[in-house]
């Protein structure tokens, strides 16, 4: 298939892009380039453009013959979310609205969202399933929720299938070295915790040590970057029109930062000093999910999440890219 990839210059969209290729599709990737790279475009034609130009996706749409849409371009920092929710809705919900309605320009019937575990807010079950109420506590969150909320409307109203792949945290790296995780600033955590054992950063902050969990730590579901990108392809086989579905993309395991710092300081034999700061603004405490709608539905199961490829991924990226920038 021709797929237009929006986001595609980003970390889970690149990844993507490699996936779809290597099984037969074809990913035009289309990027402002504000948040991805240039570098990151390699297994298909770049078109540089905004969400918000719906006459340029419409134009992309048709020069390239354009079957199905994966919607990655957004912004994706919970923290920033809460001081800038302007910049959050305008990009993630007036930008889906530009794609859907250059989808229904262009005669394009298929899409998959890139959504988020933030949709849930603060379960009240966990491990959370797809049937879980969805209370967003974050601008992130909420514009995530629209969005999906959106697909399913034209999803039903235009005949479209819509697919929402609702991602626990994206971590990791291509294991072939093709692709990684670079973000600037860097707010995540594994990322973060890796740049202090190469040096990049004194300390990694610890945001929050009295939730009530195991060692007072936030706990999350870290998922591979690769195994994200390999759902987006079973994703596609799965198209139904007139319905909008959405499945969560997880590991099935919650790891909280202080065990993650923990596994790093063991895979990279390195000292990792922390700081402890207050609750970040709009942190669930406890975050992980199973994936069993996605197992039954799309054929998907995590193969490459357990933490410690997670980490020795990322770390083989973090160590090889750092050595390229120091010597350019
Ligand atoms: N954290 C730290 N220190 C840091 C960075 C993060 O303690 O320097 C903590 C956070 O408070 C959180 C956990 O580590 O408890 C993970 O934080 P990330 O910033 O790596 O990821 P988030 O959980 O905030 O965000 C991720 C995805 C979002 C998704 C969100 C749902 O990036 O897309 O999970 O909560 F929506």
Redesign the pocket.
């Known amino acids: 298939m021709r797929i237009l990839v929006t986001g595609g210059a980003g970390f889970i969209g690149a990844h993507t892009s490699k996936a779809l290729a290597a099984a037969g599709h074809e990913p035009i990737v289309f990027d402002n380039l504000s948040t991805g790279h240039r570098w990151a475009v390699k297994w298909g034609p770049f078109e540089y453009g905004d969400l918000l130009d719906r006459a340029a996706l419409i134009d992309v749409m048709r020069r390239h013959r354009v079957e199905a849409v994966l919607h990655f371009a957004a912004l994706?920092?919970?923290?920033e979310s809460n001081i800038r929710p302007d910049v959050y809705y305008r990009t993630n919900v007036l930008g889906t609205l530009s794609v859907l309605d250059a989808m229904k320009d262009a005669g394009v019937g298929q899409i998959i969202l890139s959504s988020?575990?933030?949709v849930y807010g603060i379960p009240e079950k966990i491990p959370i399933d797809e049937s879980a109420l969805t209370d967003p506590i974050n601008p992130?969150?909420s514009s995530?929720l629209m969005a999906e909320k959106m697909l399913g409307d034209y999803a039903r109203a235009f005949n479209l299938a819509a697919v929402a792949l609702r991602?626990?945290?994206?971590a990791g790296a291509d294991p072939d070295g093709d692709v990684g995780e670079e973000h600037s600033p860097e707010?995540?955590?594994?990322p973060?915790v890796l740049q202090v054992a190469s040096g990049i950063r004194d300390y990694?902050?610890?945001?929050?040590s009295n939730y009530k969990t195991l060692d007072g730590?936030?706990v999350?579901d870290y998922v591979h970057v690769s195994d994200l990108a390999n759902g987006h392809v079973s994703a596609l086989t799965s198209f139904k029109f007139g319905e909008f579905r959405s499945f969560n993309l997880s590991s099935g395991c919650g790891y909280s930062?202080n065990q993650?710092i923990d596994r790093a300081r063991f895979i990279t034999n390195k000292e990792i000093n922390t700081r402890i700061l207050n609750n970040?603004m709009g942190?669930?405490p406890v975050?992980y999910a199973n994936s069993n709608l996605a197992k039954s539905e799309i054929n998907w199961i995590a193969k490459r999440s357990d933490i410690d490829t997670i980490i020795s991924d990322a770390w083989s990226w973090i160590s090889h890219h750092r050595f390229k920038v120091v010597c350019s």
């Open positions: 994706s920092s919970v923290g988020s575990c933030a992130y969150g995530k991602y626990f945290n994206a707010t995540h955590l594994i973060s990694v902050n610890v945001f929050g730590t936030c999350r930062v993650i970040r942190d669930p975050l």
